[in-house]
């Protein structure tokens, strides 16, 4: 979809083993954002980059660390999964800091057990 | 911190009825709010108002936003089973390494029935 791309689509993992989720955009844009979203909350902004090696924590970065060591690559990693992680994780990607046309990747459902 | 706030969180409507989405919000360095629809998968972009007071308007679809009061409604008549989705609103936000960081509303889940 319009050049971003979420792996895995799904996954179950354990508690307490580490996660990777990755997003990838062909679209060479500068800003990528990794939301999450829960029932009764929307989508909450866990981390964001505005280039590669920048970037920034959202609202709900607690547990999450991420990496971008390439524009077309944001890596979202949960170092220890709890089952409070249990979501669904859209990646975004933006052209500019005067754009707000998101465009949003199809999501990874991710279920801790 | 930024809040948008969105009723109702649900609503069951006919095809066929008016419905009317509330969006309010409360954010420093205030730039635009949008809207969004998500049906399966990803949200997909609907409206960007920046100015109060100006219609925006998509076939059945039209959303305004008042600047003094901090809202935005958005506004779908004739319904059609195919508008079954959540409605996104979302802030964004202008300020310093924020400029263009969007902060979302729980969202409204809205159900045509046939």
């Known amino acids: 979809d319009a050049g971003i791309t979420q792996s895995p689509r799904h996954k179950v993992t354990e508690t307490g083993t580490p996660v990777t989720l990755r997003c990838h955009q062909t679209?060479?844009?500068?800003?990528m954002y990794w939301y999450r979203q829960d029932p009764g909350h929307g989508l909450r902004l866990i981390h964001y980059s505005y280039g590669v090696k920048d970037t920034d924590k959202g609202e709900v970065s607690d547990g999450y660390s991420v990496s971008r060591s390439k524009t077309e690559d944001f890596l979202l990693t949960l170092e220890s999964a709890t089952s409070s992680q249990t979501s669904v994780y859209f990646c975004?990607?933006?052209?500019?800091?005067?754009?707000?046309?998101?465009?949003f990747g199809s999501g990874t459902r991710l279920t801790v057990v | 911190e930024d809040k948008v706030v969105q009723s109702p969180l649900s609503l069951v409507v006919h095809e066929g009825d008016t419905v009317t989405l509330n969006c309010s919000y409360e954010v420093t360095n205030f730039r635009s709010l949008l809207w969004y629809k998500q049906e399966k998968k990803a949200p997909t972009f609907l409206f960007m108002l920046?100015?109060?007071?100006i219609e925006k308007k998509s076939g059945r679809l039209s959303s305004i936003l008042d600047k003094k009061e901090l809202f935005s409604i958005l506004n779908i008549t004739a319904t059609q089973t195919g508008d079954s989705a959540v409605y996104l609103c979302?802030?964004?936000?202008?300020?310093?390494?924020?400029?263009?960081?969007?902060?979302f509303g729980q969202g409204t889940i809205l159900t045509v029935h046939p």
């Open positions: 975004a990607i933006r052209p500019d800091r005067t754009s707000y046309g998101y465009t």
């Open positions: 979302a802030v964004g936000n202008a300020g310093g390494t924020s400029y263009g960081k969007l902060t």
């Open positions: 920046t100015s109060s007071g």
């Open positions: 679209e060479n844009h500068r800003y």
